[in-house]
């Protein structure tokens, strides 16, 4: 699917999805918690939400899909329509012959459902795990993903890098998507990410969207994907744009305050430990939950707030095509899953004008109502004298019936006697 076009874009659909990293309390059954995320992807499907991203994380506790192709492989079997896609691979982990032979196989299975976030890695620990040197991350990625899609337009890659080495290398499956599989890179606060989506036609995974230092650098980010798009020779769609944010919904901000605490600090607590410099003030407050709100980070709160939300994300970056809703479990599942359906019910339609016709179809009645009830009115009195004209024809009809069977009657009696008194005279 291509992400930049030569000529100027509509503003897009905007699309829902799900970003399941996943978050997982360590107190927690690990095989019910991967069921239970799975069992999340067919909730959202049936809702309407149109993708889900899965991460790919090796340590640290919480994050425990290390294969988002497995996770995809078996999602797919179990939903209907929503796209699935990797949230991130991160490139510097893996050969890139053998991620592109996964990433194919997948686009096969999925028979197209697939999408593929690339990114370079997020917990150091997982780098440090396989050796990799930290600073050398971003490049790697960019390395590997030159040869990735070079090898999904078909081309034969001899290559030797200081960490890995083609000889001949060519893929053995075409694509089953045209010309291949939608990619899209992780961007956050550098422009890494967005110049690698303006030069090989990506979109874009903004995982920080609504994160204080993601969010100052949204606008700026795009502006640079854009800019080196129109280097070579396109134009960034802003369907391809996709944000990133948590949310919890509830029928009122108290409730969903009270749901939150079920399962908040907890994830507090986690981005704390891993990462105390990305965990900002706002999670350090003595009321991290009412921090969070205010610093925009997420919404804790209804329909109406995530509304808001989305309208303050598009002032700052324009029209974007996917927001896609941190799977967080601050709340219990039950609860979660409302929360995603309050999304989808109310949250999306409002954005997407999909009831505009309805309201304008109430209220051209309600303008005219005074009108529409008089004749109204005035058709049902017509419809009452009708009816009485009816029964009083009926009655008449009814009556001359009478009368003409009496007169009946009467000849028949009449005509008896005379014959009666002729046979006497005989």
Same mark, same amino acid.
């Not at 699917?1 to 659909?13: I, L, V």
């Not at 329909?303 to 303050?312: G, N, V, W, Y």
């Given at each position: 699917?291509?992400?930049?076009?030569?000529?100027?874009?509509?503003?897009?659909?905007?699309?829902?999805?799900?970003?399941?990293?996943?978050?997982?309390?360590?107190?927690?059954?690990?095989?019910?918690?991967?069921?239970?995320?799975?069992?999340?992807?067919?909730?959202?499907?049936? !809702?309407?939400?149109?993708?889900?991203?899965?991460?790919?994380?090796?340590?640290?506790?919480?994050?425990?899909?290390? =294969?988002?192709? !497995?996770?995809?492989?078996?999602?797919?079997?179990?939903?209907?329509?929503?796209?699935?896609?990797?949230?991130?691979? @991160?490139?510097?982990?893996?050969?890139?012959?053998?991620?592109?032979?996964?990433?194919?196989? !997948?686009?096969?299975?999925? +028979?197209?459902?697939?999408?593929?976030?690339?990114?370079?890695?997020?917990?150091?620990?997982?780098?440090?795990?396989?050796?990799?040197?930290?600073?050398?991350?971003?490049?790697?990625?960019?390395?590997?993903?030159?040869?990735? !899609?070079?090898?999904?337009?078909?081309? $034969?890659?001899?290559?030797?890098?200081?960490?890995?080495?083609?000889?001949?290398? +060519?893929?053995?499956?075409?694509?089953?998507?045209?010309?291949?599989?939608?990619?899209?890179?992780?961007?956050?606060?550098? %422009?890494?990410?967005?110049?690698?989506?303006?030069?090989?036609?990506?979109?874009?995974?903004?995982?920080?969207?609504?994160?204080?230092?993601?969010?100052?650098?949204?606008?700026?980010?795009?502006?640079?994907?854009?800019?080196?798009?129109?280097?070579?020779?396109?134009?960034?769609?802003?369907?391809?744009?996709?944000?990133?944010?948590?949310?919890?919904?509830?029928?009122?901000?108290?409730?969903?305050?009270?749901?939150?605490?079920?399962?908040?600090?907890?994830?507090?607590?986690?981005?704390?430990?891993?990462? %105390?410099?990305?965990?900002?003030?706002?999670?350090?407050?003595?009321? %991290?939950?009412?921090?969070?709100?205010? @610093?925009?980070?997420?919404?804790?709160?209804?329909?109406?707030?995530?509304?808001?939300?989305?309208?303050?994300? +598009?002032?700052?970056?324009?029209?974007?095509?996917?927001?896609?809703?941190?799977?967080?479990?601050?709340?219990?599942?039950?609860? $979660?899953?409302? @929360?995603?359906?309050?999304?989808?019910?109310?949250?999306?339609?409002?954005?997407?004008?999909?009831?505009?016709?309805?309201?304008?179809?109430?209220?051209?009645?309600?303008?005219?109502?005074?009108?529409?009830?008089?004749?109204?009115?005035?058709?049902?009195?017509?419809?009452?004298?009708?009816?009485?004209?009816?029964?009083?024809?009926?009655? =008449?009809?009814?009556?001359?019936?009478?009368?003409?069977?009496?007169?009946?009657?009467?000849?028949?009696?009449?005509?008896?006697?005379?014959?009666?008194? @002729?046979? =006497?005279?005989?």
């Amino acid at each position: 699917m291509s992400n930049a076009q030569n000529t100027a874009q509509p503003e897009p659909r905007l699309r829902a999805g799900v970003f399941l990293a996943p978050f997982h309390p360590i107190d927690e059954d690990p095989t019910l918690a991967i069921e239970r995320d799975l069992e999340l992807m067919t909730h959202v499907d049936r !809702l309407g939400f149109d993708e889900a991203w899965i991460g790919e994380h090796h340590s640290a506790g919480f994050e425990i899909i290390s =294969s988002p192709e !497995l996770f995809i492989a078996a999602a797919a079997e179990r939903t209907r329509r929503i796209r699935l896609g990797t949230g991130v691979i @991160s490139l510097p982990y893996h050969n890139p012959l053998m991620a592109t032979g996964r990433i194919l196989q !997948l686009d096969h299975m999925t +028979r197209g459902r697939a999408m593929f976030g690339v990114g370079p890695g997020l917990l150091p620990t997982d780098a440090e795990m396989l050796d990799i040197p930290i600073v050398k991350q971003r490049d790697r990625m960019a390395e590997s993903l030159d040869v990735i !899609l070079r090898l999904l337009a078909g081309e $034969t890659v001899t290559e030797k890098t200081e960490w890995y080495s083609l000889k001949q290398a +060519r893929c053995q499956l075409r694509p089953y998507s045209h010309p291949r599989p939608e990619f899209a890179v992780a961007s956050t606060i550098t %422009p890494s990410g967005a110049k690698l989506a303006g030069k090989y036609d990506l979109g874009m995974l903004c995982v920080a969207a609504t994160q204080v230092q993601g969010y100052d650098a949204l606008d700026t980010n795009w502006r640079i994907a854009c800019e080196v798009a129109r280097e070579h020779g396109r134009t960034m769609n802003p369907a391809a744009l996709r944000l990133v944010g948590p949310m919890h919904l509830a029928e009122t901000r108290e409730q969903a305050m009270k749901d939150v605490e079920f399962g908040l600090q907890r994830w507090i607590d986690y981005f704390a430990r891993v990462n %105390p410099t990305a965990a900002g003030e706002d999670l350090g407050a003595r009321s %991290p939950a009412e921090a969070i709100v205010a @610093s925009g980070r997420a919404v804790i709160g209804t329909p109406e707030d995530a509304i808001a939300q989305l309208e303050r994300l +598009r002032e700052k970056v324009g029209p974007f095509g996917s927001f896609l809703l941190l799977g967080h479990n601050w709340a219990s599942f039950e609860r $979660t899953k409302y @929360s995603y359906e309050l999304f989808a019910r109310y949250v999306l339609p409002a954005l997407a004008r999909k009831n505009a016709w309805r309201r304008d179809s109430l209220d051209a009645y309600t303008a005219n109502k005074q009108e529409l009830m008089s004749k109204a009115g005035a058709a049902m009195l017509q419809t009452f004298e009708q009816h009485k004209a009816d029964i009083a024809r009926a009655v =008449s009809s009814r009556k001359a019936d009478e009368r003409k069977a009496e007169a009946r009657d009467v000849r028949d009696v009449t005509e008896g006697n005379g014959k009666l008194e @002729s046979e =006497s005279a005989e």
